[in-house]
């Protein structure tokens, strides 16, 4: 298995919602991340874990929470969202952090606040 | 701060000819950079990873090349071809101890008609 799977693919919600996004990796990979990817702009680092652990949070606001449950998942939950939240959020992993791991991605949850 | 830039936001190509792509880091200079391709709505894909001592590095019609005295990284691709119309980006790693972290260069919207 070589893929990084998210689910759903799509969400809408409301700005009093709590929604979780859901990342699942089978690789053996130890390091896993969230990007955040507005229309035209490249992806932007939200949160590194390693080794299920955080270890970069990018000053995101509380309202997105991470999780770690074990190696091979990592979920995104989210409360009180603002519509400028709304882009495609992102996952993936890498063997270990560090830079010279290329990473893989997933597909992407296209997020849509209302 | 760290700052990556890919000069062409876009390029318009014909088939057959040979696409280059230039990546840009100032400031700091890293061993590593990475280039990724992303189609529309989709994750991007780990293409190329090149050190700094590789000078070069090739696979398939791929070839990226690393100048660190000109802190730049060109990416070439031959015999070019409507399939590879996507956005390609750079990458480096953050700075001193922020080797966790992969910051994306702006993206070139690369086109090839036939």
């Known amino acids: 298995d070589t893929e990084v799977t998210q689910t759903p693919k799509h969400l809408v919600m409301g700005m009093t919602n709590k929604k979780s996004l859901k990342c699942e990796q089978h690789?053996?990979?130890?390091?896993m991340y969230w990007y955040k990817q507005k229309a035209k702009k490249p992806p932007e680092l939200m949160f590194v874990y390693s080794y299920e652990k955080l270890s970069i949070n990018e000053s995101v606001p509380s309202r997105f929470s991470p999780e770690c449950p074990n190696s091979s998942l990592l979920n995104l939950h989210l409360h009180a969202l603002q519509p400028e939240d709304s882009a495609l959020y992102l996952c993936a992993s890498s063997l270990v952090t560090g830079p010279n791991y290329g990473y893989t991605f997933g597909s992407g949850t296209r997020l849509t606040v209302v | 701060s760290q700052k990556i830039e890919q000069n062409s936001e876009a390029l318009n190509i014909q088939e057959g000819k040979t696409a280059t792509l230039t990546c840009n880091y100032t400031?700091?200079?890293?061993?590593?950079l990475q280039w990724y391709r992303q189609d529309p709505g989709r994750g991007p894909v780990f293409l190329l990873l090149i050190r700094e001592n590789e000078k070069e590095k090739r696979k398939e019609r791929l070839k990226v090349t690393f100048d660190t005295t000109l802190k730049q990284s060109l990416f070439h691709i031959t015999a070019s071809q409507p399939a590879d119309s996507a956005t390609y980006l750079c990458?480096?790693?953050?700075?001193?101890?922020?080797?966790?972290?992969?910051?994306f260069g702006t993206g070139t919207r690369l086109q090839v008609f036939p």
């Open positions: 400031n700091y200079s890293p061993a590593y």
């Open positions: 990458a480096q790693v953050g700075e001193g101890y922020n080797t966790d972290k992969l910051i």
């Open positions: 690789m053996g990979h130890r390091a």
